[in-house]
T-cell receptor
Framework: ETGVTQTPRHLVMGMTNKKSLKCEQH?????MYWYKQSAKKPLELMFV???????ENNSVPSRFSPECPNSSHLFLHLHTLQPEDSALYLC??????????????????FGPGTRLTVL | KNQVEQSPQSLIILEGKNCTLQ??????????LRWYKQDTGRGPVSLTI?????NTKSNGRYTATLDADTKQSSLHITASQLSDSASYIC???????????FGRGTSLIVHP
């Protein structure tokens, strides 16, 4: 195990539902990330939280809303999703990196992911 | 536009054989390049990281090479095992940027 846990592992939701994904890291890291992984596509970085700052990929729709209450926990709130949002959502954490510079040198440790299906 | 291209898209080999995966990138300015292994149903795990000045780095049966001039990297797997069946992802980071560029990955299947 990498020290990064995600719940739930699988989620099926309708387009009108509201749900949240949870990520927790037990590594003492200070940066956390949300990624989207669709079939046959590269990993897509959605959000970065580092040193209590948040940076987002401008292409991410507003129906995805992140929350990072502390350096160990990260949430992704979902509402009015579309079928094309079905994907594997991965959380990662790192020590430093993120906005702290280093060009992503610091290794990111990934959780197992949440497999999301939107009906 | 920063891009990372991996080849082949998929590869099937017999157990015990060697194989080489390729990664070409156009990320600039280059900071570092990572190879990740992602087992089915799991998150990626880092295998190697290489900076501009490094040409070769090994991690057990995995050996990564980097040619910064031609902007190419390769991942060589020696004496493949069934557990090597996975997706291998090349990730390149640019200096001053916190958003890395990911390749689509190479899907490797090792048959007994």
């Amino acid at each position: 195990e990498t020290g990064v846990t995600q719940t739930p592992r699988h989620l099926v939701m309708g387009m009108t539902n509201k749900k949240s994904l949870k990520c927790e890291q037990h590594l003492g890291h200070n940066a956390m990330y949300w990624y989207k992984q669709s079939a046959k596509k590269p990993l897509e970085l959605m959000f970065v939280y580092s040193l209590e700052e948040r940076v987002e990929n401008n292409s991410v729709p507003s129906r995805f809303s992140p929350e990072c209450p502390n350096s160990s926990h990260l949430f992704l709130h979902l509402h009015t999703l579309q079928p094309e949002d079905s994907a594997l959502y991965l959380c990662a954490s790192s020590l430093g990196g993120g906005l702290a510079g280093g060009g992503g040198y610091n290794e990111q440790f990934f959780g197992p992911g949440t497999r999301l299906t939107v009906l | 536009k920063n891009q990372v291209e991996q080849s082949p898209q998929s590869l099937i080999i017999l157990e015990g054989k060697n194989c080489t995966l390729q990664c070409n990138y156009t990320v600039s300015p280059f900071s570092n390049l990572r190879w990740y292994k992602q087992d089915t149903g799991r998150g990626p795990v880092s295998l190697t990281i290489m900076t501009f000045s490094e040409n070769t780095k090994s991690n057990g049966r995995y050996t990564a090479t980097l040619d910064a001039d031609t902007k190419q990297s390769s991942l060589h797997i020696t004496a493949s095992q069934l557990s090597d069946s996975a997706s291998y992802i090349c990730v390149v980071s640019a200096g001053g940027s916190y958003i890395p560029t990911f390749g689509r990955g190479t899907s490797l299947i090792v048959h007994p």
